[in-house]
């Protein structure tokens, strides 16, 4: 049966523990939610000893299920001061789940003068290694050098220069199928809490192991996983949009709906749109000699990843996603995809949420601090990041601080987070989502463009979503054949809630309240060119969260 | 009758206002912290139009009444984010109450593009001028320009390049009877505020008013006025420990305590207390041909502020608080004193808060930008912010933006602002204070060490104090014979309490909680040298404020 396994960063010690009752059920953001309400004290700082960094695997990780190889990462979040989950691909969750591990909880922290750590999990146990030679290294040097030192193909989870110095729109990032570090769990500055662990590299080595972690009902499971495979290549999104031309398929799509933010948020409509789209980048790419279709892990049959070359046909960065060609390209009126995907390989390799600092950007221009869509001097200032350079700690801090630092009032965030890429005006689901959801502005807590935008499965109410039952159900059945359970989607239901409950709670005795579920006053503004604005009273938005 | 003055800045327009009833009774922070909560959203951006900046003289100022001159500046504060008064001497408060001028109160903002703005009022009426020619200068230029241009003697408050950068340490400093801007509302970045409204400088001249407002009971004030100045002038610390020494006389008295806190709150003893007290101070001026004796604004009976010169015999700096010297010294480790007087001058020139930017320059040692106790690299560092260097724009944000730039989690702060100068856990009625007032860690807000250790009044509960209940009669008495009315001391406390009602529900619409009332996790650490702790249970805490 799975294990947690507690790391110890005081003393580099680590333990194993069984997995609690009450945590059985749990994987993923609802394991990681519920640790932090049980275990760490709301009001800590987040960069303290008492934050604790929680890394789970989902419930069908380890499975032969097609996209069930996400990873979740948890913490008390340096950047919002609440509770947050960040997920990711990468080969570390399914090598996680194959090595019997639910969880993997880092507690506890060095002293100052202490170098960073590396720890090494595999079927022979767990190994702590000092990891000198890897501070202040990029996560692209990094990972190969840890490929090169434990085997091509390990799993590994890093920080780059961002975390060590414990900046707040720091990411953690995982290798990806080919050792790359484009998968990230980018929100919240959880890379920060890992560096406060003083805690540079986990590498997960799965050798040993069964290629799938064991089915209660093989038989049920083998079904459920059909049927959920014949979802997803079939559904006209999975199937075919985001597997032609990856996620950014949505930026001409978005900006035809006049929600694509513009300008720091003072357009739906980007003019240069066209030259940013998924279509325009596939162009380039298949020009190149990059690759178009490429899975975040290994059984993911969407493909929605890609390789990016540059002009002269050499790598330059991977996962490549919408809202990443949003933040830096039409939030900052950056039109060059060359430069924007600059930005994206320097913000992997540093170790920094691309969302985060392209609402960074986007503010350091509204302070005037570099000119509108200049690309080259984006790009130098991301540099200062790794560099001993005091603007590296100002906007690898994100968009408020940033803001702060230059007295700017116009910044696009809620509770301490840059928001993504969908206007709240002109996409007011998300807009309830940004304002509302425990992790503060964020596009994953509550997706609610499939329906408003793309109509998959009709238009929906924005306070009432869900694209396809039928789905849910198979996804339950795998869960039931996985455990052993008879769950039915009511369960599903009630257990998506009941994490609300444990972040929401949480949030509130770090101190949150409804003054925190608001969106910054200038979106009262009209937005061209539909001349929408953000219109919801406050009693309105706090409806979302009141039947809970 | 008194007025209140609204200046307009988003058109450079003013308006005279009657003094509605509500407000007629209130002065000083009750005028503030009244109309904050009825005019300003608690949720708006400190820093955008719909933040107001108030300015009012106290209920007895222009009285002959002996230290009735001080000022109070409220806001909603740029670096709490909650409600916010701090006050200071100066000219401006009298000539102010002479003018009939009940308050001011700065409301909207220019375009971003626009230049500042200096606004003159005196009898003639109020005038508007562009002050293009003192961007970017300190306020010492400032002011000495503004008293040429408009005749020694007149009241100004102006901001510094900090302010004017909308950096959230920035004070607004007012001109001492010598013309210097020694004396400042410092705390809160209220100086930030007023950056925002493009606001440079007020400049206010009385010329042609009467030398005191009217008095109902001219006699009776008289006689109340004269009890007053008895008061002052025969209790020890203000008739002799305060004129003698400044309220430096605090360094060795609170050293001895085991209170001072001591490299960024590690100890409550300074080995090099002598070298930066107040008697050493005032050996230094006596030697050095300064001035021991000074009062922050005329008719100050007390005296204790001064000038200080460097070791050849020139003018450095004025208005040397303990909470300067403190801040800058005994936290910082820097022991010689005229490098703390060389920073206390560049805040000032700037507009810097003298506290803030000591418990800034800890957290930078702390976090290892620069040494322990290295008073030329601490000033290089403070003379970054009147630059164009990110350094500046870190530092000029105070302690725990700095603390975040640097990934540091010691920070002595609570709701945001940096703590004065008096360990909580050796003083504990000030870190109920700190932990509980509307206004974030500051020591003005419940000033529990009178009794506590100077013990004026006699050894008091940290939870119930009052020190002399006399001078409070006389006080009211004075207020009663000023206005007509016939208020008791028990209505003072009554208005207090209204006071405090109207800051806690502004900053719990803010998004303030009890999370909020809190001392950094640090302090449950021991404190040397008396071995003491910070050892209040949350109840203990609320209990502070439950009885309101």
């Known amino acids: 049966m799975s294990r947690i396994l507690r790391l110890n960063m005081a003393d580099q010690s680590y333990r194993w523990q069984e997995v609690p009752p009450a945590y059985a059920g749990l994987g993923g953001r609802a394991f990681t939610s519920r640790l932090l309400r049980d275990e ?16 789970a695997p989902g419930l069908l990780t380890g499975t032969p299920a097609a996209n069930t190889g996400r ?100 990411s953690i990032n995982f290798t990806d199928p080919h050792g790359r570090p484009g998968r990230a769990a980018g929100r919240g500055g959880l890379g920060a809490l890992m560096g406060s662990k003083k805690l540079k590299a986990i590498v997960v080595d799965d050798k040993g192991t069964a290629p799938s972690v064991p089915l209660a009902d093989p038989e049920k499971f083998k079904a459920a996983a059909r049927k959920w ?35 720091n948020f003072r357009s739906g409509r980007f003019e240069y749109a066209e030259d940013i789209s998924g279509e325009h980048m596939v162009e380039l790419i298949k020009a190149r000699g990059g690759r178009t279709k490429e899975g975040c892990h ?14 002269k046909g050499k790598y330059l960065t991977s996962g490549f996603e919408y809202e990443t060609i949003w933040a830096l ?49 984006a790009i130098k200032m991301v540099k200062k990041v790794a560099k001993n350079d005091p603007w590296g700690l100002i906007i690898g801090n994100g968009s408020v601080f940033t803001g702060r ?50 109509k998959c499965g009709g238009d929906g ?25 008879s769950l039915t989607t009511g369960d599903v239901g009630t257990l998506g809630r009941q994490v609300l409950h444990d972040e929401i709670s949480f949030n509130q005795d770090a101190g949150f309240t409804k003054a925190h579920d608001r969106l910054p006053a200038f979106f009262k503004e009209n937005l061209k060119p539909h001349n929408v604005t953000w219109d919801f009273t406050d009693a309105e938005i706090d409806q979302v969260l009141e039947d809970l």
């Open 40 to 55: 760490v004290d709301p009001t800590c700082h987040p960069l303290s000893e008492a934050n604790k960094l929680v890394v």
């Open 71 to 170: 990873i979740s990462v948890g913490g008390k979040s340096p950047l919002t001061g609440g509770i947050k989950e960040s997920n990711s691909g990468g080969l570390v969750s399914q090598k996680l789940a194959r090595l019997g591990i639910k969880a993997i909880v880092v507690e506890g922290k060095p002293e100052e003068a202490d170098g960073f750590y590396l720890v090494k999990i595999s079927t022979d146990g767990v190994e702590f290694f000092p990891a000198s030679e890897y501070e202040g290294i990029g996560n692209y040097r990094t990972m190969a050098q840890l490929w090169k030192r434990f085997g091509r193909g390990v799993g590994v989870m890093s920080i780059g220069p961002a975390g060590e110095k414990r900046l707040t729109a720091a």
């Open 229 to 263: 495979a014949k979802f997803i290549i079939e559904h006209p999104v999975t199937g075919q949009a985001l597997p032609t031309f990856g996620t950014a398929v949505l930026i001409n799509i978005v900006n035809e709906a006049g929600a694509l933010p513009t300008k």
């Open 298 to 311: 290994p059984g993911c049959l969407i493909q929605c990843s890609q390789t990016y070359h540059d002009a």
């Open 329 to 377: 390209g039409a939030n900052t009126l950056i039109k060059n995809l060359d430069e924007i995907a600059m930005i994206d390989r320097l913000c992997d390799d540093f170790g920094l949420d691309t969302i985060e600092m392209g609402c960074t950007l986007g503010v350091l221009m509204e302070g005037g601090a570099i000119p509108w869509g200049d690309g080259p001097a």
């Open 405 to 454: 630092a230059l007295g700017v009032d116009r910044v696009p965030a809620v509770k301490g987070q840059g928001l993504p890429a969908y206007d709240p005006r002109a996409e007011k689901g998300m807009g309830l989502t940004y304002a509302t959801s425990p992790m503060g502005g964020d596009h994953t807590a509550g997706y609610t463009v499939a329906t408003n935008l793309v």
């Open 461 to 485: 109410d924005p306070l009432k979503v869900l694209d396809n039952p039928d789905a849910l159900q198979c996804i339950v059945d795998m869960i039931n054949a996985r455990y052993g359970l």
